[in-house]
């Protein structure tokens, strides 16, 4: 794919969703980044229900330290592989108190040395938390880089170095927004709906739906 084609597609992209940002629900950095530790495995909407009590009564790694294993246990018992995420949270929390003074770090190697952050998760927070320009590959984004040959690779890491290299500058920080929602919500994994697709006729999959 060339790199006319590629700003096509982001442009494409950019006029049907001028301002597109993460499902998930946050009024902080320190809120997203728990959101998104919870987010692993589960689903944007389920984290939401969670989080919406669980920041009511602790919106602070101070305040989610005071509130205990058990009552967080309680209120994310809804969500995939809640006990792990729990012990990685308070892990995560103690170490924002006692490292950063409660703040979250903002630079790739702290993030990923807080329990439950890997690669991805940074990636997500240093975007949409302090607008760095980073590209987020989760399974949605893989999908859709290969199936349209905007970047093809054989795991999550070549994307993304590939999506950096080639998505236009003027559209990198909000890349993976719109990759993500495509893939959620037209570019499906079982059946894309390619009748529906902004970039249908821009796409060099070979398997379109009518």
């Not at 597109?20 to 229900?49: G, H, M, R, W």
């Not at 702290?110 to 989760?138: C, M, Y």
Request: charged share 25%.
């Amino acid at each position: 794919m060339n790199a006319a084609k590629r700003h096509e597609i982001f442009a494409c992209l950019k006029s049907a969703n001028p301002h597109p940002t993460t499902e998930l629900e946050y009024c902080s950095p320190f809120e997203l980044l728990i959101a998104v530790i919870l987010s692993a495995q589960a689903t944007d909407k389920s984290v939401n229900l969670a989080t919406r009590k669980l920041f009511a009564l602790a919106d602070t790694p101070q305040k989610l330290l005071m509130l205990g294993e058990e009552k967080l246990l309680d209120r994310i018992r809804s969500i995939g592989l809640y006990k792990t995420k729990a012990k990685n949270i308070l892990a995560t929390c103690q170490i924002l108190v006692d490292e950063y003074d409660g703040e979250v770090p903002r630079t790739r190697e702290q993030l990923e040395k807080l329990p439950g952050v890997g690669r991805k998760t940074a990636n997500v927070v240093l975007n949409t938390a302090f607008g760095e320009l980073t590209i987020a590959v989760d399974t949605h984004i893989f999908r859709v880089a290969n199936r349209t040959g905007l970047a093809r690779g054989k795991n999550v890491l070549e994307v993304e170095l590939k999506l950096l290299k080639v998505v236009p500058k003027v559209f990198m920080h909000d890349a993976h927004h719109w990759l993500i929602l495509h893939g959620r919500y037209v570019c499906k994994a079982r059946k894309p709906e390619c009748g529906h697709c902004v970039i249908s006729h821009l796409c060099e999959y070979k398997e379109k739906t009518g």
